[in-house]
């Protein structure tokens, strides 16, 4: 007996297998490949699934005997990424990555059409911005004329997974947060703005709760992968929700982040409470209950695209063991703004900013200007987040970047909170399971889920260190004065 957690991630697809203890056996990785021409990113959804398919035999050849049989499938993962399908479900185009920023005068004549009071209210979105895929179906209608008039469906990537695992077609709310289309509070489609868009209800899948459970996969699917034909498929929830069941972060007052490919932040409450701070607000993972979840695009992504560019032949092992007879912190700031739109800023014009550079500088200088950025972004979300009322003793971190020390001591310093590393570092994909375990019955409740499953390995502690607090102050101070410089270029420069 045993329970398969698929994490459909941005980098990479994950698939973990764990027995019914929720002890991982195996875990097996896939890199996702993207076609990108400037602003547009866009990936093989056909090729996404054989890639799911691959990831699942060799996790299963490598975890269970032939006795075994695995009895649920359990998705996570990310959510705005869009698959356009025709009437027997084959993707008609390329699927558009959330990455994907080609939507900007899209988002424009949509927030000239719709009130933003109306629509934070609607979706708990702030702004619309170009992640949307309501943003992208406008852009389709309009550019690709051809393609819009034989859509049969619009999916999100999850959708169109456990489309072809069990060819059953369902949209779980927790992914839906992030279309702009959805009415978190009515749990049901916003018909106003897709039908200016020119989409019908019926083009877009049924809505269910998160973690539910859709019965059993395909036979043709059975064949292929050597499953037992009674394996069921469960929806799951939002990868950064999943990583919040895995951390123990299910009930309110307790604060996760995750610095992936962006950076999240996340913490439940039971009901949506819309204030001037504009923080976006999700229906959450479990029945009826609702996170507060800043999602900055540039996180991680930052680091990545610093490191791809100018480190490559360096790990990031190695790159940590260097970092650490850096002096910390250094002079340099960054604006880690490389993908625009940020929380809690919202500001479309926004772009990376590398300030106070000298001639001492080197690329190890620049990685942790980048690192320290990131962390001032997170701080900033933070305050946003005790503006409204929540505090927590402790962060709880997850991601790539939990596995950095000097990344953890850093944000510890400068939130000022204690930064908390679950032993388990593949919180998302653990989440999964958890859920796939309470559903079958192998535990109770989350509660006992979490008592079970989750436990904290370190601890990084806060130190009184000014010259951080400083530069948080100086970090805030640059981003307010550029904002100008901002707006002055995405209407005078042509770039």
């Known amino acids: 007996m045993g329970i398969i957690s698929i994490d459909l991630g941005t980098t990479n697809i994950k698939v973990a297998a764990y027995n019914k203890s929720l002890q991982l056996l195996f875990i097996e990785t896939e890199n996702v490949k993207y076609l990108s021409d400037g602003d547009r990113v866009e990936f093989d959804a056909e090729q996404y699934f054989e890639m799911v398919s691959s990831a699942i035999r060799r996790c299963c050849e490598r975890s269970y005997s032939g006795a075994d049989h695995i009895d649920q499938i359990v998705l996570t993962g990310q959510a705005e990424s869009l698959i356009m399908v025709d009437i027997e479900g084959k993707p008609l185009r390329k699927g558009i990555s959330w990455l994907d920023t080609r939507s900007k005068e899209e988002c424009e004549e949509l927030t000239a059409a719709f009130n933003e009071e109306t629509c934070f209210q609607i979706t708990g979105q702030p702004a619309i911005i170009p992640t949307w895929p309501i943003t992208k179906m406008l852009w389709i209608r309009k550019h690709e004329p051809h393609i819009f008039s034989q859509v049969a469906k619009y999916l999100m990537l999850k959708d169109y997974i456990q489309f072809r695992l069990t060819g059953k077609l369902y949209g779980e709310y927790s992914i839906y947060n992030f279309t702009h289309y959805f009415d978190i509070r009515k749990k049901q489609y916003w018909e106003e703005i897709i039908t200016y868009c020119g989409v019908s209800v019926d083009q877009l899948p049924q809505l269910i709760e998160p973690c539910t459970n859709i019965g059993a996969i395909t036979g043709a699917v059975a064949d292929d992968l050597g499953l037992h034909p009674q394996t069921t498929v469960n929806v799951g929830t939002l990868d950064h929700f999943a990583g919040m069941i895995g951390t123990g972060n299910i009930r309110e007052g307790i604060i996760s982040e995750s610095t ?131 505090k927590a003793d402790m962060i709880i971190s997850t991601g790539g970047g939990a596995r950095s020390e000097l990344w953890s001591q850093m944000k510890s310093d400068i939130t000022e909170y204690i930064v908390a590393i679950p032993e388990n570092e593949e919180a998302a994909c653990l989440g999964a399971a958890m859920i796939g375990a309470v559903s079958d019955g192998l535990f109770p409740s989350y509660e006992k889920a979490v008592d079970q499953c989750v436990a904290i390995k370190h601890k990084f502690m806060p130190k009184n260190n000014d010259k951080f607090q400083k530069k948080h102050e100086l970090f805030n101070r640059l981003f307010d004065q550029i904002i100008p410089v901002y707006d002055y270029d995405s209407e005078n420069v042509i770039l």
């Open 260 to 390: 992936g490919t962006v950076l999240s932040i996340a913490t439940m409450v039971h009901s949506p409470v819309f204030g001037n701070l504009r923080i976006p607000y999700h229906y959450g993972p479990f029945k009826d209950t609702y996170v507060l979840l800043p999602v900055c695009e540039s996180g991680g992504i930052s680091l990545e695209w610093f490191k791809g560019n100018f480190l490559e032949d360096c790990t990031f092992s190695e790159m940590n063991v260097e970092l650490q007879k850096k002096k910390i912190p250094n002079e340099l700031i960054f604006l880690p703004y490389i993908t625009g739109v940020n929380a809690p800023d919202f500001n479309a014009n926004a772009s990376g900013v590398f300030y106070g550079i000298k001639l001492k500088h080197d690329k190890l200088d620049f990685t942790l200007a980048i690192m320290e950025g990131v962390v001032h972004l997170l701080k900033k979300n933070m305050k946003c987040l005790e503006q409204v009322g929540v």
